[in-house]
C-alpha cells in the first residue's frame, strides 16, 4: 500500500459566480505537514457546531453564533450568498440561512436537497462515497493521487461537495475554511487551474456556491476505516466564526469479482513453461466466447507462468459511475505483473509483504487461494472465500484478509485446503451462472468418479470425499489442538444442495489424477474453458453433460504443461471481468 508519508486525500474547489456560471478553481486551504489543512483555528468561548439551513436559525451545537435570516434574491439582487449579481437558485431548493455543505448523501449521482439529511454521519444506508484514485489517467506510470491529482479524465474520479453560503454569511464572512477532520493524515488539498493542478495554499474567499471534489489515494484498513470528515467555517475579518457545518464521507471499499461474470480480458503468460498448445486451444475458445485474449506476458520466473496467482483484480466505484478496475499484486517476491497492468481505469495496489512460507505451505499467500462467490442470498455482493490449512493453521496472508475485512461489505471466510498438495481454494470448487441466473457451484467430486470407475474408489478418495462434504454442509476441525465448529459452505452462502453439481475427479497423493475440471476458466458467451490432460471419455462426457444442463459448452484445452506442475486451466490464467452488479450501492448488505 501507499506510505505512511504519503498523503491520502485530495480537494479541489470550483466556485459558481453569482450568476450561476461556473468560474475557475479556486483554493481550499493550505497544506502542512502531512496535508493538514490550514483550517479555522476558533478562538472565543466554544468551538462551532453545524448550522441551521431554515431562516432565522441558530448554530445548533457548540457556541451560538449570529442568526442569519435567508434573504430572498430578485432581479437584480444579491446573488446566491454573494454580494450584488444577478439571481441564482439553490441546489438545495432554497437559500441557506447561514452555511450548508453536502455530498452526494443519496447516492444518485446528484448533489441536491434530498442529500441534506443525514450527510454529516456516513452509514452503509447512507452517506457519501469518495474514489481511492489509484489508476493512472494521464498515462505517467504513477496513480494518480502520486502526483497531486491529474486533469482532464481523472476529473471524472473525483467525488463532489457543494457548499452554499446565505447571504449575509456571505457578506460578512472574509475566508471559509475547510478541515479534514478525520482523514487529514491521509489528505492533499490541490487547486485545479485548466489542466494543471498545483497545491492549495489560501482559504476560499466567500461566495454563495463553491463546489468542492475529493478523491483518496488508499482504501480503508484495519487502521483507518476510510472516513474523511469534513468541516466547513465562515470566519469573519477578525477570525471569529459565523458559521460552520459538515460532511461525512467513506472511501468506497475494493470488491472483488466472482468466476462467474463474463470476462473483458484474459491474461495469460508465457516464456518459463512451453506452453504453445495451451496458447492456442485458449485463444479458440476466447474467440468462440466472443472476449478478448492479452498478448502473453513474456517472463522468465516460472511462478509468473501461474497467472491467477500474481494477481488478484477487482475494483471501486463511485456511484452511477463507471467502475475503476483494481489489480492487487501477490506476495511471492516474484510479482511484476499486476504493475504493468496500471492505466486509465486499472489501479495498483499492494496489500502485505511476502512473509517467506515454506514447506506445504509455500503457496498459501498465492491468490489461486483467494477468491469470491457471485451475489447470493444475503450477500448481494457475494462473500469473499480463502483457504486454510487446518493441519498447520496456516491461513491466507493475514494482512490481506484484515484488508478486505475493512472492506465489509464482501465479509471474508475460511475453506479448509489441508488435503490439497497446492492448498488453494480455486481446487476444490468455483463458481458458474446457471440457466435461471441463480449461481451454481461446481465441486469436485471422488464419488462421482467412483460411480464411473467403482474399484477404484478406495480409502484414500472416500476420505477426501468426506473432508469436501465437510467444507460443504459443516462439522468440525481440530486446529493447532482446538477443536473448531465449521458452518459449511453452503449455509455460509445462502445455498442448498440443488446448487451444486458435482464434476468427477481421483487424487493422488492431494493432486488430481486427470485435468481438474473446476479448476477451469468461465469465459461467457456460454463457454466454459477446462484441462484435458488424461481426461478419458467417461469424465469427459459426464462434465459435458453436466455442464450443459447449465446452459455451458466446454471447450477443452490442452494443459498437459500445467497439469504436469500441479495446476489447471484457471491458476495458469486471469481475467478482468464485469461487475456482478451495475452499481454496488444499490446491492448493499445489511451490515451497520
Not at 464411473?452 to 493447532?480: C, E, F, H, R, W
Request: proline letters at 5%; aromatic letters at 8%; glycine letters at 12%.
Amino acid at each position: 500500500m501507499t506510505s505512511a508519508s504519503e498523503c491520502h486525500t485530495n480537494l479541489y474547489v470550483k466556485r459558481v459566480e453569482p450568476s450561476g456560471v461556473w468560474g475557475r478553481w479556486s483554493r481550499v486551504g493550505s497544506l502542512a505537514g502531512l496535508c493538514v489543512v490550514a483550517a479555522c483555528s476558533v478562538e472565543g468561548p466554544a468551538a462551532v457546531g453545524a448550522s441551521s439551513n431554515g431562516a432565522g436559525g441558530e448554530v445548533t451545537s457548540g457556541a451560538v453564533v449570529t442568526s442569519v435570516e435567508a434573504t430572498s434574491v430578485g432581479a437584480g439582487g444579491a446573488g446566491s450568498g454573494g454580494a450584488g449579481g444577478g439571481a441564482a437558485s439553490s441546489v438545495f431548493g432554497v437559500l441557506p440561512a447561514a452555511l450548508v455543505v453536502s455530498g452526494d448523501t443519496d447516492r444518485d449521482g446528484d448533489i441536491d436537497a434530498d442529500d441534506l439529511d443525514g450527510r454529516s454521519a456516513f452509514t452503509w444506508k447512507r452517506g457519501a462515497f469518495l474514489l481511492a484514485n489509484v489508476d493512472d489517467d494521464d498515462g505517467d506510470g504513477k496513480a494518480d493521487h502520486a502526483v497531486d491529482g491529474s486533469s482532464g479524465k481523472d476529473l471524472e474520479d473525483l467525488a463532489r461537495l457543494r457548499i452554499e453560503l446565505g447571504s449575509e454569511v456571505a457578506e460578512k464572512a472574509s475566508r471559509v475554511t475547510v478541515e479534514l477532520v478525520t482523514g487529514a493524515a491521509h489528505a492533499h488539498l490541490f487547486e485545479v487551474l485548466g489542466a494543471s493542478v498545483e497545491p492549495l495554499e489560501a482559504a476560499l474567499v466567500p461566495a454563495g456556491s463553491l463546489d468542492l471534489a475529493l478523491e483518496a489515494a488508499r482504501f480503508a484498513g484495519p487502521d483507518w476505516k476510510g472516513d474523511v470528515r469534513v468541516v466547513v467555517t465562515a470566519v469573519d475579518g477578525a477570525d471569529a466564526p459565523i458559521a460552520s457545518d459538515e460532511v461525512t464521507l467513506r472511501v468506497a471499499p475494493m470488491l472483488l469479482l466472482p468466476s462467474s461474470t463474463s470476462p473483458l480480458a484474459v491474461h495469460v503468460a508465457t516464456g518459463a513453461y512451453s506452453n504453445a498448445s495451451f496458447l492456442v486451444d485458449l485463444g479458440a475458445a476466447v474467440t468462440k466466447a466472443g472476449t478478448k485474449l492479452l498478448s502473453p506476458y513474456a517472463t522468465t520466473k516460472w511462478q509468473e507462468m501461474w497467472m491467477q496467482d500474481t494477481l488478484e483484480i477487482g475494483y471501486a466505484q463511485l456511484p452511477g459511475k463507471a467502475p475503476m478496475h483494481v489489480a492487487l499484486r501477490a506476495n511471492r517476491g516474484q510479482d511484476t505483473y499486476a504493475a504493468t497492468l496500471l492505466g486509465p481505469d486499472m489501479g495498483y495496489l499492494v496489500v502485505g509483504a511476502p512473509r517467506g512460507t515454506s514447506g506445504g505451505d509455500a503457496w498459501v499467500d498465492w491468490y489461486g487461494n483467494l477468491e469470491v462467490s457471485p451475489p447470493v442470498p444475503g450477500w448481494p455482493l457475494g462473500r469473499i472465500y480463502y483457504g486454510h490449512n487446518t493441519s498447520t493453521g496456516m491461513k491466507l496472508h493475514p494482512d490481506v484478509v484484515a484488508f478486505f475485512e475493512a472492506q465489509e461489505l464482501q465479509s471474508p471466510f475460511w475453506v479448509d485446503t489441508s488435503w490439497l498438495t497446492i492448498k488453494h481454494v480455486d481446487e476444490i470448487f468455483t463458481f458458474v451462472p446457471g440457466k435461471e441466473k441463480k449461481p451454481k457451484l461446481l465441486v469436485v467430486s471422488p464419488r462421482e468418479a467412483g460411480k464411473l470407475y467403482p474399484s477404484y474408489y478406495g480409502p484414500y478418495n472416500k476420505g477426501l470425499q468426506a473432508k469436501i462434504d465437510t467444507t460443504l454442509l459443516g462439522g468440525s476441525y481440530v486446529v493447532a489442538g482446538k477443536t473448531v465448529s465449521y458452518e459449511g459452505v453452503l449455509a455460509l452462502l445462502g445455498l442448498t444442495k440443488d446448487d451444486v453439481v458435482e464434476l468427477p475427479l481421483f487424487y493422488t497423493s492431494g493432486h488430481s489424477d486427470w485435468s481438474n475440471p473446476v479448476n477451469g476458466l468461465f469465459l461467457g458467451g456460454g463457454v466454459f474453458a477446462a484441462g484435458e490432460t488424461s481426461i478419458f471419455e467417461p469424465e469427459r462426457k459426464v462434465t459435458a453433460e453436466r455442464l450443459a444442463t447449465l446452459g455451458l459448452s466446454v471447450f477443452w484445452i490442452d494443459d498437459a504443461v500445467y497439469q504436469n506442475n500441479l495446476g489447471n486451466v484457471h491458476c495458469a490464467t486471469n481475467a478482468t471481468r464485469a461487475l456482478a452488479v451495475p452499481d454496488f450501492t444499490k446491492a448493499l448488505p445489511s451490515v451497520p
